[in-house]
């Protein structure tokens, strides 16, 4: 798990489909403790490859927001 506290980020690895979406809100619990005063960032939950997922804040994403996306090759 990797924090940077100016732009915090967790890096989320899952064994299996059913421990995926707790795993992934426990991350995004986790940042929202550390949300950005300014109110100018959202959550991005990055899909990398097979089980592995980054979840960060985004400025591309409004505050408030949630978006998702999907790196891995087809």
């Known amino acids: 798990m990797?924090?940077?506290r100016t732009q915090p980020?967790?890096?989320v690895t899952v064994k299996d489909r059913p421990s995926m979406d707790e795993?992934?809100?426990r991350a995004m619990?986790?940042?929202l403790k550390l949300a950005p005063r300014t109110k100018t960032h959202?959550?991005?939950i990055t899909r990398l490859?097979?089980?592995h997922f980054t979840v960060g804040?985004?400025?591309?994403?409004p505050f408030g927001y949630t978006?998702?996306?999907?790196h891995r090759s087809r």
């Open 2 to 4: 990797l924090i940077d």
């Open 9 to 11: 980020h967790l890096d």
């Open 23 to 25: 795993d992934l809100n």
């Open 29 to 31: 619990g986790h940042l």
């Open 42 to 44: 959202g959550l991005l």
């Open 49 to 51: 490859r097979h089980g």
């Open 57 to 61: 804040f985004s400025r591309d994403v």
């Open 67 to 70: 978006r998702e996306q999907d």
